[in-house]
């Protein structure tokens, strides 16, 4: 089964002539991931979020974004040009209760937006907010309890359904978080999800307080989810190579990705990508202080750009794509083969 298109890394390129002009005058981001909430429902031993803070010396805080700052940052999105906002955590984003209004102003200002959540709790007006944006990831872990497991059934059911009735195109997938140690339980999960009709299944490494994958043999763990009858376009066949090209050396020194993306915390700070949160080296400011425009353009932000040396970066999800657009600058690949990537409505999410 090939990989879902809007999993794939080169659909980067059909910003990379926003990119070549960037590197000579910088231009405005293409896309922000941000965190409207630290505040999580469940409290997973291998929380990702914990282990990146922990990984650079720092503990998680409990705090949402006010309402205010929400409809301010989506003003400051729209007059930026800002095509797409990823909506993740921190904690969970549904926890944000003005999430539902902040997806509202999103919508007026014709700005796309994806939301990952655990689906545990979902709030009556926010289900139909999530189906109007252009995606929905549910985060499935093995350690979740049986209660909490089956609330996030419960509620990807109804969100299918709501956007059946309101026929969106809202595409909804799985973000399935695996190990090598507990990957067995996985076969429920998958039961369950192939009476659902969502769009896809993500499978994802969990990570640890020392952010180390590489050391774990995967033979064995994706030997077997082979063998289980997954209804659904997956990117299992890709998975063992995704995660050893992580780990690799870095072929390149320049991050291509800090011209087209950002992140944005619960607690406000900027910083260039979400594999850096929390690491006060590469804070660049915050929206409480400043516009995020203002943080954006400042010199700081620039001498990042110029100066960091991405080899001593750790293991990141931008790697791949700065793989690819490095080789679209070096013109080793061919813009019009990957055409078909470049045009899936995902391509502004990077």
């Known amino acids: 089964m090939t990989v879902p298109q809007n999993l794939k890394d080169t659909k980067v390129l059909k910003h990379f002539s926003h990119l070549q002009k960037s590197l000579k005058e910088l231009q405005h981001p293409i896309s922000i991931e941000l965190h409207p909430s630290n505040k999580c429902n469940l409290n997973c031993l291998d929380c990702g ?3 990146l803070l922990s990984y650079h010396g720092n503990e998680k805080t409990f705090v949402v974004m006010t309402r205010e700052t929400l409809l301010d940052l989506a003003k400051q999105f729209s007059d930026l040009n800002i095509k797409a906002i990823t909506i993740s955590g921190g904690g969970d984003p549904s926890l944000n209760p003005y999430l539902s209004e902040f997806l509202k102003e999103l919508q007026k200002n014709k700005i796309k937006y994806g939301v990952i959540t655990n689906g545990v709790y979902l709030n009556k007006f926010l289900p139909k ?3 109007k944006g252009e995606y929905v990831r549910f985060s499935l872990y093995t350690d979740a309890t049986p209660q909490q497991f089956f609330s996030t059934i419960k509620n990807i059911r109804l969100l299918v359904n709501l956007k059946n009735k309101l026929k969106t195109n809202c595409i909804m997938g799985i973000g399935l978080l695996v190990d090598t140690t507990d990957y067995i339980r996985t076969s429920q999960i998958i039961e369950e999800l192939n009476k659902i009709n969502i769009s896809y299944i993500s499978f994802r490494p ?14 064995e763990p994706i030997g077997y989810l082979k063998k289980i009858k997954i209804k659904h376009p997956n990117n299992l066949e890709d998975l063992k190579r995704r995660i050893s090209e992580l780990h ?5 020194v320049n991050c291509l990705s800090l011209h087209l993306t950002s992140h944005i915390d619960a607690n406000g700070n900027v910083y260039p990508c979400c594999e ?12 409480y202080k400043n516009p995020f425009k203002e943080i954006w353009y400042s010199k700081k932000y620039s001498d990042l750009r110029n100066n960091l040396d991405a080899k001593k970066c750790p293991y990141c999800r931008y790697n791949l794509k700065n793989i690819v657009l490095h080789k679209a600058l070096k013109n080793e690949i061919n813009l019009k083969d990957f055409e078909k990537d470049m045009q899936h409505s995902h391509a502004d999410f990077l």
């Open 206 to 219: 969990k990570e640890y307080l020392n952010r180390k994958l590489d050391n774990r043999n995967w033979d």
């Open 49 to 51: 979020y914990r282990a």
């Open 276 to 287: 850096q949160t929390g690491n006060q080296k590469y804070l660049m400011g915050n929206i």
């Open 129 to 131: 907010e999530l189906v």
């Open 248 to 252: 690799e050396a870095k072929p390149y």
